[in-house]
């Protein structure tokens, strides 16, 4: 394309065409936006040709010949660690060299904390660090390094710019151990006649730090801006171009941040990490379980203990659920931490299945903790827990709960159960429900009764009998 020419490009799957589209052939509506091109396509201006100084046109070196699969070394990548176990055990075991990482959030929920911590670390273990700021200036940063330690590491390096050119000219200089863009929407590069944060920018930025991470093998940690809607800013083509994408969550109100992989091409998904907001940083929540079990010892309506297989641990949680009389209008239908469409199954499967009617009722469930469980292994609690508030019957305590509910109302396998009975055993539950198919197949711990149920109707007698 020539200089100067007007391209439409998609915001979901960064699609271009030269005239406007309704429709997107990635099947969006309404998700082009025009942007100006500044230099040729394919010419020494362009970033989607441009080669890295010092590594050469790997079409001149005869590279760029397959490979037999066999002959490629298959043997783990180096990592580097952190030394912050709860981001090495979500990144699966350490930070891969060359790797891209995306990591999201609110503002102000600690993303630029966590980072500068790993960064303080590696600095200090690895060598040098090159931090890029485009958002905050250079004393800003310096003011948080100081309350996350007491002695900043020499080689740890800070960049307040935005052009792309000039940041990866500098990192590969200096060739650090790690890479930091805060954040890729405020990065912009001279290829692209758009303001920063546009589509243009952020995905040909994007695609210049993957090309700086896999030629230079420097792994670029990104912060990145999220929507209202809580998705990350800019082209969706982003969270398909980097290895790992990473959501730091948390509440204001709270001091529990949540970090959970989203995407994770060197470890698992849905692995999580806990941390708690302190005024000296972020620091390690080694025992989340127990401390979103806390006080549960006695036995209260509406209150029962559920887990999720989160990534390769259990996570045990605290399920409370509420149910009162409806004013005038239609009853209410609240859910925090379990999805609203899920609640609504579990309560047609108690109407029609244990003859529960809460039509004329209003209906609160909550996961303790504001923890957004991945998975349907709570259902059974959360059914559980609805029939306890609504028959003022307590569960009894030290009792765990979970199984995944079918529209019939029967109980199906749930996935991990044999490390979730191990874990309730190590935090002195005496107590599982689960689903037959998985009880038939655990041997229970010493002190722990496994009680099998098929159905919704025979969890709810086995409560009784207690």
């Given at each position: 394309m020539k200089k100067g020419t007007t391209v439409f490009v998609c915001a979901e799957c960064g699609y271009e065409s030269p005239k406007w589209m309704g429709q997107c052939v990635c099947g969006a509506w309404n998700s082009f936006s025009e942007e100006r091109i500044a230099g040729v396509t394919g010419g020494a201006g362009d970033s989607r040709s441009r080669t890295l100084p010092g590594r050469g046109d790997k079409r001149k070196t005869g590279r760029e010949a397959a490979v037999k699969l066999v002959d490629v070394d298959s043997e783990e990548r180096n990592r580097l660690d952190t030394n912050i176990e709860e981001l090495n055990r979500v990144l699966g075991g350490g930070i891969v060299k060359g790797s891209l990482i995306l990591i999201t959030g609110e503002p102000g929920v600690g993303k630029s904390t966590l980072i500068l911590q790993a960064a303080i670390e590696l600095a200090a273990r690895r060598g040098s660090v090159l931090y890029v700021t485009g958002e905050e200036s250079e004393e800003q940063i310096r003011l948080r390094a100081d309350r996350l330690t007491a002695q900043l590491p020499e080689s740890l390096y800070i960049l307040s710019e935005t052009n792309m050119e000039i940041i990866s000219r500098i990192a590969l200089e200096l060739s650090p151990a790690l890479l930091v863009i805060d954040s890729i929407q405020t990065m912009y590069t001279d290829s692209?006649?758009?303001?920063?944060g546009s589509i243009s920018q952020v995905r040909t930025c994007t695609g210049e730090l993957m090309r700086t991470a896999k030629v230079a093998d420097i792994p670029v940690f990104l912060v990145a801006h999220v929507t209202k809607s809580g998705e990350v800013a800019g082209p969706k083509i982003i969270e398909h171009l980097v290895d790992c994408v990473l959501q730091f969550v948390g509440e204001r109100n709270r001091d529990l941040r949540i970090l959970r992989a989203n995407k994770n091409r060197f470890g698992a998904t849905?692995?999580?990490?806990?941390?708690?907001?302190r005024e000296e940083g972020l620091v390690q929540i080694r025992n989340l379980s127990g401390s979103l079990l806390e006080g549960m010892e006695e036995a209260t309506d509406g209150s029962a203990a559920t887990a999720v297989y989160e990534g390769t641990r259990p996570l045990l949680l605290e399920m409370q659920a509420l149910t009162a009389a409806a004013g005038v209008g239609f009853a209410r239908r609240t859910a925090l931490g379990v999805a609203p469409a899920r609640l609504n199954m579990i309560l047609a499967v108690l109407e029609r299945?244990?003859?529960?009617?809460?039509?004329?009722?209003?209906?609160?469930v909550n996961v303790v903790g504001g923890i957004r469980p991945d998975g349907t292994s709570v259902d059974l609690a959360v059914a559980l827990a609805l029939y306890s508030s609504a028959k003022s019957a307590p569960i009894p305590p030290h009792t765990l709960i979970l199984g995944e509910i079918g529209l019939t109302g029967e109980l199906r396998s749930v996935h991990g159960a044999d490390k979730i009975v191990r874990e309730a055993a190590k935090l002195g539950f005496t107590r599982v429900i689960l689903p037959k198919k998985n009880a038939d197949k655990i041997d229970a711990p010493k002190g722990v009764r496994l009680t099998g149920v098929s159905n919704v109707t025979e969890a709810i007698r086995s409560l009784i009998k207690e």
């Amino acid at each position: 394309m020539k200089k100067g020419t007007t391209v439409f490009v998609c915001a979901e799957c960064g699609y271009e065409s030269p005239k406007w589209m309704g429709q997107c052939v990635c099947g969006a509506w309404n998700s082009f936006s025009e942007e100006r091109i500044a230099g040729v396509t394919g010419g020494a201006g362009d970033s989607r040709s441009r080669t890295l100084p010092g590594r050469g046109d790997k079409r001149k070196t005869g590279r760029e010949a397959a490979v037999k699969l066999v002959d490629v070394d298959s043997e783990e990548r180096n990592r580097l660690d952190t030394n912050i176990e709860e981001l090495n055990r979500v990144l699966g075991g350490g930070i891969v060299k060359g790797s891209l990482i995306l990591i999201t959030g609110e503002p102000g929920v600690g993303k630029s904390t966590l980072i500068l911590q790993a960064a303080i670390e590696l600095a200090a273990r690895r060598g040098s660090v090159l931090y890029v700021t485009g958002e905050e200036s250079e004393e800003q940063i310096r003011l948080r390094a100081d309350r996350l330690t007491a002695q900043l590491p020499e080689s740890l390096y800070i960049l307040s710019e935005t052009n792309m050119e000039i940041i990866s000219r500098i990192a590969l200089e200096l060739s650090p151990a790690l890479l930091v863009i805060d954040s890729i929407q405020t990065m912009y590069t001279d290829s692209v006649d758009s303001a920063a944060g546009s589509i243009s920018q952020v995905r040909t930025c994007t695609g210049e730090l993957m090309r700086t991470a896999k030629v230079a093998d420097i792994p670029v940690f990104l912060v990145a801006h999220v929507t209202k809607s809580g998705e990350v800013a800019g082209p969706k083509i982003i969270e398909h171009l980097v290895d790992c994408v990473l959501q730091f969550v948390g509440e204001r109100n709270r001091d529990l941040r949540i970090l959970r992989a989203n995407k994770n091409r060197f470890g698992a998904t849905s692995e999580i990490g806990a941390f708690e907001m302190r005024e000296e940083g972020l620091v390690q929540i080694r025992n989340l379980s127990g401390s979103l079990l806390e006080g549960m010892e006695e036995a209260t309506d509406g209150s029962a203990a559920t887990a999720v297989y989160e990534g390769t641990r259990p996570l045990l949680l605290e399920m409370q659920a509420l149910t009162a009389a409806a004013g005038v209008g239609f009853a209410r239908r609240t859910a925090l931490g379990v999805a609203p469409a899920r609640l609504n199954m579990i309560l047609a499967v108690l109407e029609r299945k244990a003859c529960l009617d809460l039509s004329n009722s209003d209906v609160y469930v909550n996961v303790v903790g504001g923890i957004r469980p991945d998975g349907t292994s709570v259902d059974l609690a959360v059914a559980l827990a609805l029939y306890s508030s609504a028959k003022s019957a307590p569960i009894p305590p030290h009792t765990l709960i979970l199984g995944e509910i079918g529209l019939t109302g029967e109980l199906r396998s749930v996935h991990g159960a044999d490390k979730i009975v191990r874990e309730a055993a190590k935090l002195g539950f005496t107590r599982v429900i689960l689903p037959k198919k998985n009880a038939d197949k655990i041997d229970a711990p010493k002190g722990v009764r496994l009680t099998g149920v098929s159905n919704v109707t025979e969890a709810i007698r086995s409560l009784i009998k207690e």
